[in-house]
């Protein structure tokens, strides 16, 4: 079981810059794959990255990294654009699952014009 806590959302304009982190419960945050995704009003929960793949909207602008010593995974965004606005959520997939098992709650991004 592992439990994730996204935090660093909050209003920007556009151009700015934000650094998302999604701390994770447990002694084994090393096995778990990471990723993000975000979901915008009125549309699906889409990808954004996790290891080295991106979406394309977010390629060039979005880092992923992570830090197994602090348990913590973060999304670094640049240039960040009114399309970016979405609600953030961290996800974590264990060895014996081939789709991500465990979610945050989610951090709003909200980006203005």
């Known amino acids: 079981q592992v439990q994730l806590v996204e935090s660093g959302g909050g209003l920007v304009q556009a151009g700015d810059s934000l650094r998302l982190s999604c701390a994770a419960s447990g002694r084994t945050f090393s096995s778990y794959a990471m990723g993000w995704f975000r979901q915008a009003p009125g549309k699906e929960r889409e990808f954004v990255a996790a290891?080295?793949y991106y979406a394309d909207s977010v390629k060039g602008r979005f880092t992923i990294s992570r830090d197994n010593a602090k348990n913590t995974v973060y999304l670094q965004m640049n240039s960040l654009k009114p399309e970016d606005t979405a609600v953030y959520y961290c996800a974590a997939r264990d060895a014996t699952h081939r789709e991500y098992n465990y979610w945050g709650q989610g951090t709003q991004v909200t980006v203005s014009s």
């Open positions: 290891t080295t």
